[in-house]
């Protein structure tokens, strides 16, 4: 025996798309009541949406950089509480928050060379090379030698045969 809707269509009886239509049609309350749960469904979704948008807020206020991928996937795990003060808690320990006012301005950074290249171009001379491996057998700190070391890759001066020029951007 064949079962056909109201258009003429044959349908299956036990398919639960067709009971469903059956039903609502029987009781016009369920078909409202089924509305009423899809509103609700898509209202939790938007509540959930804007959790998430509230959370990214805090961290950003916090001072996390959400573009690096260590504090992303901390956001993600993050369950404390979500205010600025306390995932600027969590976060410190971790080394994940932007980064702060850096310990010397670049132009003080580079003042002693730029010193010793105005007084190169007043005396009219070439300005004095500076010795690295002097620098680096009077390191008293690992810190210390590879910051020399770096110094040395950056102005282009010869490494160690085998010893691979890695410098920091």
Same mark, same amino acid.
């Given at each position: 025996?064949?079962?056909?809707?109201?258009?003429?269509?044959?349908?299956?009886?036990?398919?639960?798309?067709?009971?469903?239509?059956?039903?609502?049609?029987?009781?016009?309350?369920?078909?409202?009541?089924?509305?009423?749960?899809?509103?609700?469904? +898509?209202?939790?979704?938007? @509540? #959930? *949406?804007?959790?998430? !948008?509230?959370?990214? =807020?805090?961290?950003?206020? &916090?001072?996390?950089?959400?573009?690096?991928?260590?504090?992303?996937?901390?956001?993600?795990?993050? +369950?404390?509480?979500?205010? @600025? #003060? *306390?995932?600027?808690? !969590?976060?410190?320990? =971790?080394?994940?928050?932007? &980064?702060?006012?850096?310990?010397?301005?670049?132009?003080?950074?580079?003042?002693?060379?730029?010193?010793?290249?105005?007084?190169?171009?007043?005396?009219?001379?070439?300005?004095?090379?500076?010795?690295?491996?002097?620098?680096?057998?009077?390191?008293?700190?690992?810190?210390?030698?590879?910051?020399?070391?770096?110094?040395?890759?950056?102005?282009?001066?010869?490494?160690?045969?085998?010893?691979?020029?890695?410098?920091?951007?």
């Amino acid at each position: 025996m064949a079962f056909y809707d109201e258009d003429g269509n044959e349908v299956d009886p036990f398919d639960p798309e067709f009971q469903q239509q059956q039903e609502d049609q029987r009781n016009p309350l369920r078909q409202q009541v089924r509305r009423m749960e899809k509103q609700i469904k +898509d209202l939790r979704k938007e @509540a #959930e *949406a804007g959790q998430q !948008a509230v959370k990214q =807020l805090e961290f950003v206020k &916090a001072g996390v950089d959400l573009t690096n991928p260590m504090a992303a996937y901390f956001a993600r795990g993050y +369950d404390g509480d979500v205010t @600025a #003060e *306390a995932i600027k808690a !969590a976060a410190e320990p =971790l080394g994940l928050l932007g &980064a702060k006012e850096p310990a010397q301005e670049p132009a003080q950074q580079d003042r002693p060379g730029l010193e010793r290249m105005n007084q190169a171009l007043q005396d009219g001379t070439q300005p004095a090379q500076r010795d690295y491996d002097a620098e680096m057998r009077a390191a008293k700190t690992p810190e210390e030698m590879d910051r020399i070391y770096l110094e040395k890759a950056q102005s282009g001066g010869n490494l160690p045969a085998g010893v691979p020029a890695i410098v920091n951007d």
